[in-house]
């Protein structure tokens, strides 16, 4: 009963807030179609994400972990002219799925895909000196959160937001004897987050078409 009742609330909101336009739907059927996991974000977090963006003034944005490109196209919509995106993704097929969305929505100019472990793209973004990034979300493998924290924090500015999705794992999160590493992983990166003095933080839970999750949002403050 409560699933049915988060997602009827959801498409209530969706269809009278959110524009899913063709590029977008696109990209969630494609996905689909090619076999990939169901794990892009929902249409309104899609929103939520774009409007993070726009509300920040981000002009470049980093996303780990890129899937079929659903929210790297929400996210590199809120970018103004001459903005920038850049997303990594470790799965070849992923990666060749999500160029063809981003290339349906036409923002091949804008979003820069890398291809390969995010652990070794990181690393070369330093190096580029591609940062600072405005905004950097991360949604990829749980288990390495602490690393992509470390990361992102060599990436970022004073004012700068890093976006942590499902933090929340059904609420196992609050469980510190978890096995699970995915489990694991968020609680080793929300407790990295608590102690560092360049960020502040909080974790908001949600439920929804997706099921029950959260997100954590920090700010890089020095």
Not at 143 to 166: C, E, F, M, Q
């Amino acid at each position: 009963m409560a699933q049915e009742t988060w997602t009827a609330v959801d498409d209530y909101f969706n269809d009278l807030l959110v524009e899913e336009d063709g590029p977008l739907r696109a990209a969630a059927t494609e996905s689909e179609a090619a076999g990939l996991p169901p794990h892009q974000v929902a249409p309104n977090q899609g929103k939520l994400l774009q409007l993070l963006a726009r509300v920040q003034g981000a002009r470049t944005i980093l996303e780990i972990g890129t899937l079929g490109g659903y929210s790297t196209i929400w996210l590199a919509r809120a970018l103004p002219e001459g903005g920038r995106l850049v997303t990594l993704e470790a799965d070849e097929r992923y990666a060749a799925v999500a160029a063809a969305n981003v290339s349906r929505a036409g923002l091949d100019r804008v979003v820069d895909i890398r291809v390969g472990a995010a652990l070794d793209s990181l690393p070369r973004l330093v190096d580029e000196e591609a940062g600072p990034f405005d905004l950097v979300f991360i949604d990829a493998d749980k288990p390495s959160n602490p690393d992509y924290l470390h990361w992102a924090l060599k990436l970022t500015r004073a004012g700068s937001v890093i976006i942590g999705d499902n933090v929340v794992r059904d609420g196992a999160v609050t469980d510190p004897a978890s096995t699970d590493p995915r489990v694991k992983g968020v609680r080793r990166f929300t407790e990295l987050i608590a102690a560092h003095p360049r960020l502040t933080a909080t974790t908001v839970q949600t439920v929804g078409a997706k099921g029950y999750d959260g997100f954590t949002l920090a700010l890089v403050t020095a």
